[in-house]
């Protein structure tokens, strides 16, 4: 049988020792290394590269939608504006002047007459400038 006195001091060595596990400090786990603790990191990293990735290709699908559409319509202005100017006669006196004068071949003396509505004065002037 054990006596009270030596109940209380296995009890305050018992005690003892809690304090001294307490005095000195939580323990420190083990560090990890460090190429494990990168990964949460890396992966976030790919995750937004691959987020900003969709979000470039729908813009540029949009970009690409848009860029079509304005060449479209250029192109059918383009194709309006050279009906407009094969509508509007010429003579062919005209024609020749501003070629001899300015040295310029048929097709570009033709396009400037047609510019000008047929007006030589306002072709010249146009080629000069």
Do not use: C, F, W
């Not at 323990?27 to 995750?47: F, I, Q």
């Not at 079509?68 to 100017?85: H, I, P, T, V, Y």
């Amino acid at each position: 049988m054990r006596r009270r006195g030596e109940t209380d001091m296995a009890t305050e060595g018992d005690v003892e020792l809690e304090l001294e596990t307490e005095t000195s400090g939580p323990e420190r786990p083990p560090e990890k290394p460090r190429k494990h603790d990168s990964g949460a990191a890396d992966l976030e990293r790919v995750t937004d590269y691959a987020e900003e990735k969709e979000i470039q290709s729908s813009n540029l699908e949009t970009a690409m939608s848009v860029i079509g559409d304005r060449r479209s319509r250029e192109q059918k202005a383009k194709q309006e504006r050279e009906k407009e100017l094969a509508k509007v006669t010429i003579k062919k006196e005209d024609l020749e002047l501003i070629m001899t004068e300015m040295e310029i071949s048929r097709a570009a003396a033709e396009r400037s007459l047609r510019e000008h509505m047929g007006n030589v004065v306002e072709a010249l002037i146009a080629l000069t400038n």
